[in-house]
């Protein structure tokens, strides 16, 4: 059963320097990218994403997440709330530059009614995008998850949306996995 976000508290962004398997997910939506330099794996996961960046030298994982009990520990570079802005970097053995931006933005209800018009208007045309109409309750707005990409040879970004009604809160991240450096400040983390 996928974990509805109710507490942005209870949310993680796990990022692993290996593979996944996606069995441990129930999988709403799933894209697949090959570029030939990369393979790119995008799961729509409940309120939460699995992102795979694959290439022959080295894997990293990005997954938002309520579910952490099910998570191995093997590989894992990093554990970070989203209930506040925060930023990480890393390079897989120096094949995988990847950097990330976590947002999250509780707002006052007319302003997130707004603004989850405007998204989901935006969203049903383009990426991946998903209502949960199961967790909404009463007249309340359903919970989506929404994901958009741009593709290129040797760089693939991706921006994650999770609108929480409930709470008034839209989580938005920003991917960026690279063949080619992004800074020079991120530590080179050993793959799985």
């Given at each position: 059963?996928p974990a509805k976000l109710n507490n942005i508290k209870?949310?993680?962004?796990?990022?692993?320097?290996?593979?996944?398997?996606?069995?441990?997910?129930?999988?709403?939506?799933?894209?697949?990218?090959?570029?030939?330099?990369?393979?790119?794996?995008?799961?729509?996961?409940?309120?939460?994403?699995?992102?795979?960046?694959?290439?022959?030298?080295?894997?990293?994982?990005?997954?938002?997440?309520?579910?952490?009990?099910?998570?191995?520990?093997?590989?894992?570079?990093?554990?970070?709330?989203?209930?506040?802005?925060?930023?990480?970097?890393?390079?897989?053995?120096?094949?995988?530059?990847?950097?990330?931006?976590?947002?999250?933005?509780?707002?006052?209800?007319?302003?997130?009614?707004?603004?989850?018009?405007?998204?989901?208007?935006?969203?049903?045309?383009?990426?991946m995008f998903i209502t949960f109409e199961q967790w909404?309750?009463?007249?309340?707005?359903a919970p989506f998850s929404f994901i958009d990409y741009?593709?290129?040879?040797?760089?693939?970004?991706?921006?994650?949306?999770?609108?929480?009604?409930?709470?008034?809160?839209?989580?938005?991240?920003?991917?960026?996995?690279?063949?080619?450096?992004?800074?020079?400040?991120?530590?080179?983390?050993?793959?799985?």
């Open positions: 059963m209870d949310a993680r962004m796990l990022i692993y320097g290996r593979v996944l398997h996606p069995e441990l997910f129930e999988i709403f939506l799933d894209k697949t990218i090959d570029t030939g330099n990369y393979e790119a794996k995008i799961f729509l996961i409940g309120s939460g994403h699995h992102i795979l960046f694959h290439t022959a030298h080295a894997d990293i994982t990005e997954l938002l997440t309520t579910r952490i009990d099910i998570l191995p520990e093997t590989c894992l570079l990093e554990t970070l709330t989203v209930d506040k802005n925060r930023e990480y970097q890393a390079n897989i053995e120096n094949n995988i530059h990847y950097m990330l931006n976590i947002q999250s933005e509780q707002m006052l209800a007319p302003v997130f009614e707004s603004v989850y018009q405007e998204m989901t208007k935006f969203a049903k045309h383009k990426g909404s309750e009463d007249d309340e707005l741009e593709r290129r040879p040797r760089e693939l970004d991706i921006f994650c949306y999770h609108a929480v009604p409930k709470l008034n809160t839209m989580i938005r991240t920003q991917s960026v996995f690279s063949l080619d450096a992004i800074s020079k400040d991120s530590p080179i983390l050993p793959s799985g």
